[in-house]
Nanobody, 129 residues
Framework: QVQLVESGGGLVQPGGSLKLSCSVS????????ISWSRQAPGKEREVILC????????HPWYKSSVKGRFTVSRDNGQIYLQMNDLTPDDTAIYYC??????????????????????WGRGTQVTVSS
């Protein structure tokens, strides 16, 4: 069983930055495509970015609403999400998710939630003055 753990959420003022991390106990996420999704109050959960497996090139994809402000990266088997220039619209619970290592995605990391099999419990990000 793969258990993902997100951390780094919190309260930040508009224009500020936060860095989230996603890790799995006793393993590495390098062999998995990883996504970050968020669910704002009253809204459906949406995938905002993903990064492909290292062996498949590790290419990222960003939803237009976060492109240029958010950056996903891998380091030492973990996944990081650097969020800059945050606005109140970024307030949400942020989730990381992972696929199975055996899966090959011909079009790169899945940009939809059903492409991932394992989900963390989420971390709250609140952007408010």
């Amino acid at each position: 069983q793969v258990q993902l753990v997100e951390s780094g959420g919190g309260l930040v003022q508009p224009g500020g930055s936060l860095k989230l991390s996603c890790s799995v106990s006793g393993s590495t996420l390098d062999a998995r495509a990883i996504s970050w999704s968020r669910q704002a109050p009253g809204k459906e959960r949406e995938v905002i970015l993903c990064i492909d497996k290292v062996r498949d090139g590790g290419h990222p994809w960003y939803k237009s609403s976060v492109k240029g402000r958010f950056t996903v990266s891998r380091d030492n088997g973990q996944i990081y999400l650097q969020m800059n220039d945050l606005t109140p619209d970024d307030t949400a619970i942020y989730y990381c998710a992972a696929d199975n290592p055996e899966t090959y995605h011909v079009n790169g990391c899945p940009t939809y939630g059903s492409g991932y099999h394992y989900w963390g419990r989420g971390t709250q990000v609140t952007v408010s003055s």
